[in-house]
Nanobody, 128 residues
């Protein structure tokens, strides 16, 4: 049974930082895409960043490029989203997602519908 558990959300002032964690268990695929998505009230879900295992290739959406980074800790089966220089428009529910992929796929997309497994989400609120 696949489980994704997010943590690290909270309330910060604009310009602050947060690090979100996604602890994964039960993923038996040899090649996996891990993604972070966010959804603000009244808005569509937006892909933020992806991490390809085992290629370690990452993708950051243009909307957060230069401020957010994605990384992983193999030993802890955890993927992180480091968010710096946060803005009020970053306020959203952030969710971690995962899908199996093929060995020759080294880059992961941000098509939410393709991700099979989702965490419960963690709220990020940025005040001005």
């Amino acid at each position: 049974q696949v489980q994704l558990v997010e943590s690290g959300g909270g309330s910060v002032q604009a310009g602050g930082s947060l690090r979100l964690s996604c602890a994964a268990s039960g993923l038996t695929y040899g090649h996996v895409c891990m993604g972070w998505f966010r959804q603000a009230p009244g808005k569509e879900r937006e892909g933020v960043a992806t991490f390809n295992l085992p290629s370690d290739r990452t993708y950051i959406s243009d909307s957060v490029k230069g401020r957010f980074t994605i990384s992983r800790d193999n030993a802890k089966n955890t993927v992180y989203l480091q968010m710096n220089s946060l803005k009020p428009e970053d306020t959203a529910m952030y969710s971690c997602a995962a899908k199996g992929t093929l060995p020759w796929v080294t880059d992961c997309n941000l098509v939410a519908a393709e991700y099979n497994y989702w965490g419960q989400g963690t709220q990020v609120t940025v005040s001005s």
